[in-house]
């Protein structure tokens, strides 16, 4: 009976990643084609313009991410994970399915950055759901002793969506012209993603539900999730959650999401060299995941975290400021794999710390409202300051912020309790068997 609870925990495992993959992979698609569709939404002769325009919508998406946290976090913590999972897929496929069908501004006017932006409020709603739900999913069926090594999974597949996105991108690159992508070829991986969010609807829907949500709803007398009752009985927790994310998500879009454009709008590469250098390094970037988080179970979350604050507050502006003059792919590929290795030590075990802080009637809702919140006002926001800085002629101003905000998380990560041991998932009973 324990051999095939185990299987049908990692099975669940498994399917709540692949919904993970394809949620974070229609995300990122409005990164990876953004210079190949802002000139349709936003037509201009100035590139720089054109890209800032499109992050600017890409941060108001981000907007939506604490609404998105606050009703799905609930969402989840009442009516149970596997929901609020299947519902945040169903948003994001929607939105990519507006996007993939939405004339050109030369055709409906305005109307088409109006359509273009409800698009990516309604993704963001989906993601600030998606996080928590996710993370909390992810550790709660994870065996006490590995959750740091299938929680990390969570990055693993969140990468993975952004790294098919750039092998998409790539392959389109390679079969049609300059032209044709930038005539409607960029509609292709919107219209792909929505029919694979279909898919992963109808997986979520029959997912197993975690037995720390089904002790928790068993409860006579359980708490109510509620924003109130989050910050007025667990506001330590939550400010936790805030500041250690502030400086770990900029990082991670500062090195991932907006590393792309940095590549051809500042370093001069081309688009396509570009691209493959960011998939290369995402994909070993990936796969460090897992070792880190494996390492974590065994010698704590505290040290990781404080090995990212350390080193990415020092080298952020050594490695921006070479990328600047760098005319080697190689060397490029070198540089932004060493900062996204950094942001490892925060990327790949963010999900099971912030998890194991909260008990379980308000988990989903302790883990994404405060990260959510964090997002939007410094991940969401990065690749427009970055571009601002850039326009302004203030470029070095954006790596100085980056470790700012890094040297600020570093002070959490220093302060914040070791939760190796379990936090408050020991007190769940949801442990599976051993």
């Not at 409005?30 to 313009?49: E, G, I, K, R």
């Not at 060299?273 to 998939?279: E, K, L």
């Not at 030590?345 to 909260?358: H, P, Q, W």
Request: charged content about 15%; hydrophobic content about 55%; aromatic content about 12%.
């Amino acid at each position: 009976m324990a051999a095939a609870t185990a299987d049908r925990r990692l099975r669940s495992i498994i399917g709540g990643s692949l919904g993970n993959l394809v949620e974070w992979y229609d995300w990122y698609v409005y990164s990876a084609f953004t210079l190949y569709f802002a000139p349709v939404f936003f037509p201009s002769d100035d590139s720089t313009a054109q890209l800032l325009s499109a992050a600017a919508i890409f941060a108001v998406g981000f907007l939506m991410r604490p609404l998105g946290a606050w009703i799905m976090g609930i969402y989840a913590d009442r009516h149970g994970r596997k929901a609020g999972l299947a519902l945040s897929v169903a948003l994001m496929g929607g939105g990519s399915a507006l996007i993939a069908m939405t004339p050109g501004h030369a055709t409906i006017g305005n109307a088409a950055p109006l359509l273009l932006l409800l698009a990516r409020l309604m993704q963001g709603l989906s993601v600030g759901g998606e996080y928590g739900a996710s993370a909390t999913y992810l550790s709660e069926m994870a065996r006490p002793g590995l959750r740091g090594f299938f929680s990390s999974f969570q990055y693993v597949t969140l990468i993975a969506g952004q790294l098919l996105a750039l092998c998409v991108l790539l392959l389109l690159q390679d079969v049609l012209t300059e032209a044709q992508l930038e005539a409607w070829g960029w509609r292709i991986p919107f219209a792909v993603g929505a029919v694979m969010a279909v898919g992963v609807y109808v997986l979520r829907r029959r997912l197993q539900e975690t037995a720390a949500f089904q002790n928790s709803a068993a409860r006579a007398d359980r708490p109510r999730s509620a924003a109130l009752a989050l910050f007025r009985h667990h506001p330590r927790a939550a400010l936790t959650v805030f500041v250690m994310t502030a400086g770990g998500t900029l990082a991670f879009y500062a090195y991932s999401t907006y590393m792309q454009k940095f590549l051809v709008n500042s370093a001069g590469f081309g688009r396509q060299t570009a691209t493959a250098i960011m998939a290369s390094a995402l994909f070993l970037y990936m796969l460090a995941q897992p070792l880190a988080g494996g390492l974590s179970d065994r010698i704590g979350r505290k040290p990781l975290l404080i090995l990212f604050g350390i080193g990415g507050a020092l080298l952020t502006v050594p490695i921006f400021t070479r990328l600047e003059h760098v005319t080697s792919s190689f060397e490029a590929f070198l540089l932004v794999l060493a900062g996204l290795l950094l942001v490892t030590g925060y990327t790949s075990i963010n999900a099971v710390v912030k998890a194991e802080m909260f008990p379980a009637h308000i988990r989903a809702l302790g883990v994404a409202l405060p990260y959510a919140l964090a997002n939007t006002l410094f991940g969401g926001t990065a690749e427009y300051v970055a571009l601002w800085l850039k326009r302004e002629g203030l470029e070095n101003g954006f790596y100085w912020y980056v470790s700012a905000l890094i040297a600020l998380s570093l002070i959490a990560y220093f302060l914040m309790p070791e939760t190796r041991a379990g936090g408050q998932m020991a007190a769940d009973g949801a442990d599976p068997e051993r």
